[in-house]
Nanobody
Framework: QVQLVESGGGLVQAGGSLRLSCAAS?????????MGWFRQAPGKERETVAV????????SYEDSVKGRFTISRDNAKNTVYLQMNSLKAEDTAVYYC?????????????????WGQGTQVTVSS
């Protein structure tokens, strides 16, 4: 059973930065699987924020976070990160990390089988 545990959320002022971490366990060879960060604000659907390939060579970002957020991973530590800079009030949401059940590129939430419990990010304006 794959387990994902997020950390690093909190309250920050607009323009500030946060780094989220997601530690994965329960599955060997994590470097073969895509991992992603997603977010869900109250009353809104869950949306993809950023996705990274198993090797870390390929990434994809939602348009509103391009140039501000950076996804990375350390396969030796089974951990994926989301560095968030120049935060805006509209970035406020619960942030989730997730990974797929099978190998292959995936960018949409329904393609992900394993999810963390989420971490709250609140940006005050």
């Amino acid at each position: 059973q794959v387990q994902l545990v997020e950390s690093g959320g909190g309250l920050v002022q607009a323009g500030g930065s946060l780094r989220l971490s997601c530690a994965a366990s329960g599955r060997a060879f994590s470097r073969y699987y895509v991992m992603g960060w997603f977010r869900q604000a109250p009353g809104k659907e869950r949306e993809t924020v950023a996705v990274i390939s198993g090797s870390g060579d390929s990434t994809s970002y939602e348009d509103s976070v391009k140039g501000r957020f950076t996804i990375s991973r350390d396969n030796a530590k089974n951990t994926v990160y989301l560095q968030m800079n120049s935060l805006k009030a509209e970035d406020t949401a619960v942030y989730y990390c997730a990974t797929t059940r099978s190998m292959g590129w995936a960018t949409r939430p329904y393609e992900y089988a394993y999810w963390g419990q989420g971490t709250q990010v609140t940006v005050s304006s």
